[in-house]
């Protein structure tokens, strides 16, 4: 009977539902007719009453032996599909591996043992096939797969924790085939001769053509070597179409040929260096070309002798700018900035001038310089100033400016800087170029803002969208003095700089050279030759700049605790839970310089804001902006900082320690 109900609900399951009700009908239908026929008693009904019984024996017959054909069916079913899945876990090409709690290794299928070379014993745990393989089970997501590499091969894998399971799959081919995709992408680049008009102007034909020949026979052999093609498209300008896996292996060497034309190009006392931009990471290849253009503009913009490689929507990668930039910029396009300057102040009703968070007496200076522009140009400038922010020479300094009624109206805060802008108003950014780290970075918000770029630093990945004019000049000894060449071009009948305006821009270009002792050229004692001429005032600079005996007592405490990394880099750190105010931060850095054999200097430190910060120094050799760029911050190859957040001064002393380590290992 159990045999009859499985065999009806199987012959059930495997018919369509009209099908069903069409049987029920038929027997309904014929015990109806044998109850009529018994009902009359008459010999129709009789024989009506045989027929169907007859009619119900061969259905039920016919039923039964239909059911154990399919029940033959299903078991052989059954039977093929229990060996296909006994086989599957012996023969089909899939690694399957059982472990226990403790990793140890239970069961592997022969394919597991063909593929990895492994035949584990009972006492044997994963981590003996592969570490990777063991940290996945920690962190494994049951949904997801990873891939893994065990001698030269690749594998897809799963691991389900709750089973206690790893199923290996071996993707060496297509792994293959999606790495020699990724390293045949197309890569676009641009190649520039930092500085070759202005060593070409001076040279005669024949030492031009001899240069020309040079340069084009020794990035055409680099080229050729790295299977890239190169087009001089211009007198100091290459095109470059080049492969992905080529630009890689590049990478690992730090791009060479910028230290062969360097070098050469020195010895014949040409010192023509290169800057170059690659982009890669879409098949657009005209959107490609626009962002090796801007990665080349990035090279320049951070002083040239360069490569900076970036993949669409990722960070850029620099290479080079290990050598300190050379004074490159001329007074033709100091006049011209000043002019487009002028030009913008026209077509706005208010100017913002606003420096970096912390701002020194660089910040300080150029602001007031530019307020002074401003003013010669009939156009009103406020000033953005958080007074909490000073250090004590900037606030030594802003307590004289504030004897000046007609300056201290056009100085305001952060919060009254977001109140009075308009869509006409200009944003001029003084002493950097990064949005965040402005004094208010709130007021960048909104679309189609007026923003100008006035800068000394090398400049970062970061960079506001869109300016309406950059002027960043790393060779500049600071941006003072970058003004005060743009003061000298503007209208003469306007009422000239003032004393104290004169006297900060010119203490602005003290600090940042170091009295003159770092970074300077003849363009800064140009600068500063005029701003005597209108007034500024040494005497008060150096009041200002006085040092006090608790500034002197902490920087000495810091010094205290030197530490010589890589034999010349000089470390010195403060405790976790004093601050010290930056200014001597930075003051201990550059007394670090003057000790024997210390080459670079780095002086780390809780800031009055709740951040570590580090203060670098170099005497040239050292690049410390690289350094720093590696921990987030920036600056000049000998003088750069940075400021990390939810750190310690230890962690932060760990990390420094890491990077200058690996740095000395690369060269």
């Known amino acids: 009977m159990k045999k009859i109900k499985a065999n009806l609900k199987f012959f059930l399951s495997r018919v369509d539902h009209s099908t069903q009700l069409t049987a029920v009908s038929l027997i309904v239908m014929l015990f109806s007719i044998l109850i009529v026929g018994l009902i009359h008693g008459s010999a ?51 690694g399957i591996l059982l472990y226990d709690t403790d990793k140890q290794i239970q069961w592997v299928n022969p394919y597991f043992v063909e593929e990895t070379g492994f035949n584990p014993s009972n006492s044997m745990t994963i981590g003996d096939v592969s570490a990777k393989l063991a940290s996945m089970i920690d962190d494994a997501n049951p949904t997801g797969n990873q891939t893994i590499q065990i001698d030269d091969k690749y594998y897809l894998v799963q691991v389900q924790t709750e089973l206690k399971v790893i199923y290996l799959m071996d993707i060496t081919h297509y792994s293959k085939i999606e790495k020699r995709y990724e390293e045949n992408r197309s890569v676009i680049g641009q190649v520039y001769l930092d500085n070759y008009a202005e060593i070409t102007q001076s040279m005669s034909d024949r030492d031009v053509s001899n240069l020309d020949n040079y340069i084009t026979n ?3 052999n680099w080229a050729s070597e790295q299977q890239m093609f190169l087009k001089r498209i211009d007198d100091d300008h290459f095109f470059i179409m080049a492969y992905t896996g080529r630009i890689f292996e590049m990478e690992k060497t730090g791009f060479k040929i910028l230290d062969i034309i360097r070098e050469y190009t020195s010895q014949q006392n040409v010192p023509l260096t290169l800057s170059m931009g ?42 080079g700018g290990n050598t ?39 910040v300080l200076g150029s602001s ?10 009939n156009t009103p400038c406020k000033i953005v100033i958080n007074p909490n922010t000073l250090h004590s020479d900037v606030s030594r300094l802003l307590g004289m400016i504030d004897e000046d009624p007609s300056i201290k109206k056009d100085i305001i805060s952060p919060e009254e800087s977001e109140t009075i802008k308009t869509p006409r108003t200009l944003i001029v950014m003084v002493d950097h170029s990064k949005q965040s780290i402005s004094i208010n970075p709130d007021l960048f918000n909104g679309d189609n803002n007026k923003v100008v770029v006035i800068d000394h630093h090398r400049r970062g990945e ?38 104290i305006e004169a006297t900060a821009l010119l203490a602005g270009i003290t600090v940042d050279t ?29 009041n200002v700049l006085k040092e006090n005996i608790d500034s002197f007592i902490q920087k000495s405490h810091l010094i205290e605790t030197i530490t010589m990394v890589n034999g010349n880099m000089a470390v010195c750190f403060g405790e976790e839970d004093q601050s010290y105010d930056p200014v001597i931060v930075a003051q201990a850095a550059d ?77």
Do not use: C
């Open 44 to 94: 129709a009904g009789y024989i009506q009453a045989i027929l169907v019984i007859i009619s119900l024996i061969l259905f039920v017959y016919l039923f039964l032996l239909l059911g154990e054909k399919a029940g033959k069916y299903t078991n052989n079913l059954q039977y093929r599909i229990d060996r296909g899945t006994d086989n599957s876990f012996v023969e089909y090409p899939l």
């Open 368 to 377: 007031l310089g530019i307020r002074r522009i401003s003013m010669m140009n």
């Open 514 to 542: 170091k009295s003159f002792s770092l970074r300077t050229g003849t363009r800064t004692f140009d600068a500063a030759s005029y701003l005597r001429s209108v007034g500024a005032d040494e005497t008060v600079i150096q």
């Open 278 to 319: 690659f982009s890669y990471g879409v098949d657009d290849l005209h959107k490609l070309n626009d962002e090796a253009q801007k990665n080349l503009n990035l090279a320049l913009g951070r002083g040239g002798d360069q490569v900076v490689v970036k993949e669409i929507g990722e960070k850029a990668r620099f290479y």
């Open 324 to 362: 300190d930039p050379m004074e490159k910029r001329t007074r033709v396009r100091a006049r011209m900035i000043s002019e487009a300057l002028q030009e913008l102040l026209k077509d706005s009703d208010q100017v913002i001038v606003m420096g970096h968070s912390h701002p020194d007496m660089d």
């Open 218 to 220: 020794e990035l055409s």
């Open 591 to 667: 007394t670090l310089l003057s000790l024997d054999n210390v080459e670079a200097s780095f002086v780390i430190s809780k800031r009055p804001d709740g951040r570590v910060g580090i203060s670098a120094r170099s005497l040239g050799n050292v690049n410390v902006q690289v350094i720093m760029e590696k921990l987030g911050g920036g600056g000049h190859l000998s003088d750069a900082a940075t400021q990390i957040s939810d750190s310690t001064v230890e962690d932060v002393k760990n990390q420094l320690v890491d990077v200058l380590t690996e740095s000395n290992k690369k060269n």
């Open 462 to 499: 970061e960079f506001p969208e869109n300016p309406m004019l950059i002027y960043i000049e790393p060779y500049a000894s600071s941006t003072s003095e970058l003004i005060t060449e743009m003061l000298e071009y503007q209208p003469k009948n306007k009422k000239a700089i003032e004393k």
